[in-house]
């Protein structure tokens, strides 16, 4: 089998450039280890950037998120009796859309068939061969058959633990990293948000979050110890502590209920900087990671593709190479800003015990300036809404 780009793994990454590719008439597949039902039942991202909205728009997949997202004038931050509720909207022109990760997943899903975006799923054991030179090709095995595709580029939107990344020798690769002593417990249920907007709580306790899918469905996650078990977490005893983080704003308006999902995820930040070596890319979490504090994972995964997309079409439609040249400074440089404020905004609202009192005493000292200057307030809303 033959393709011109082969991409791997189809989450919101492969899955957007599979549709951006196949909108251009390029003939690209997309290869996914897990069945699809799986793919969508992944509960991940929830805030989005206008940049990632208008890359739904531009396939023409948006319908539901206009209908269905909600937008927000507002972010909140905070620290016990304290609220700073940023004005996002008035002080940058633009909107917080919560949508979630897994209805993109979807709408990008069930479009993918009459787009002609044609994906294999179950893709057993996907190795990368030849990719430093022009012809490089993948082998996969599905239904216990070895399979073979050549192709001109491979792009691999494979995760963190994909094999795409791990396929660059490491003389030709570099990443810088910090692991977070810490996790996020999430848990979704079926009970009206507590807020009208997405609140970030700092206590002493540790960090929570409060966010939503919709009107009737809420989305909470609490710091956790990276060693916690979820076994340890009786929906009670979730609930219990974000009333006691999320403080005295709060705490009344929380409606409690059956979690319909709770994981433990780790927080680290990564970077890889080589997002290209030879006939291959790297985008989304294949090449960095960000701390959830922020939601900016799946909107660095959208602006990557946002430049791959129009550089791999420039390229077949002109043989114009400026674009893929360009691809790795472009999307790092966006990728570097992102990470620093993802990283600034967990430093300033988690519990770092090794930090001691005086740790503490300075973020309380941040918020308290937070509160206080429009300035600061304007940096963070630019930020949490994307800079280009
Ligand atoms: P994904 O979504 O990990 O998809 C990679 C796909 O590749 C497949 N795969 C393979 N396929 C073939 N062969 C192999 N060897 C393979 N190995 C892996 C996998 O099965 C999978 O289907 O990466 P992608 O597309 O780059 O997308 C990245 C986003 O999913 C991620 O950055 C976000 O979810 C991060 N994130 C958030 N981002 C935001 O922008 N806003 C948010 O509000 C936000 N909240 C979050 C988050 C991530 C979280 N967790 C669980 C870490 C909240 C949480 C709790
Ligand atoms: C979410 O709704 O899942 C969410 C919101 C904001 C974040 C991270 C996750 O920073």
Known sequence: MKAEVIIVGAGPSGLMLGHLLAQAGIDAVILERQPA??????????????????????????????????????????????LIKIPVQELTGKHVVVYGQTEITKDLMDAAPSRGVQTIYEAADVALHDIEGTRPYVTYRKNGIEHRIDGRFIVGCDGYHGVSRQAIPACAG?????????????????????????????????????????????????????????????????????????GATFATSITTGPSIEKSIAPLRSFIFETMRYGSLFLAGDAAHIVPPTGAKGLNLAASDIGFLAPALIAYFREKNTIGIQAYESKALTRVWKSSRFAWYLTKLMHNFPEDGEFGRKMQIAELSYVASSRAAQTTIAENY???L
């Open 174 to 246: 570099s990443s810088v990293e910090s692991i977070y002593p810490f996790g996020w417990l999430g848990i979704l249920a079926d009970v009206p948000p507590c807020a009208d907007e997405v609140v970030y709580a700092s206590h002493d306790n540790g960090f929570a979050l409060a966010s939503m899918r919709s009107n009737s469905r809420s989305r909470y996650y609490l710091q956790v110890p990276t060693s916690e078990q979820i076994e340890h977490w009786p929906d009670d005893r979730i609930w219990d502590e974000l009333k006691i983080r999320l």
């Open 385 to 387: 809404i994307g800079l």
């Open 37 to 82: 039902q799986y793919v969508l039942s992944r509960i991940r991202a929830g805030v989005l950037e206008q940049g990632t909205v208008d890359i739904l728009a531009q396939l023409n997949l948006d319908t539901r998120l206009q209908k269905e997202g909600l937008t927000h004038d507002f972010v909140s931050l905070t620290d016990r009796d304290r």
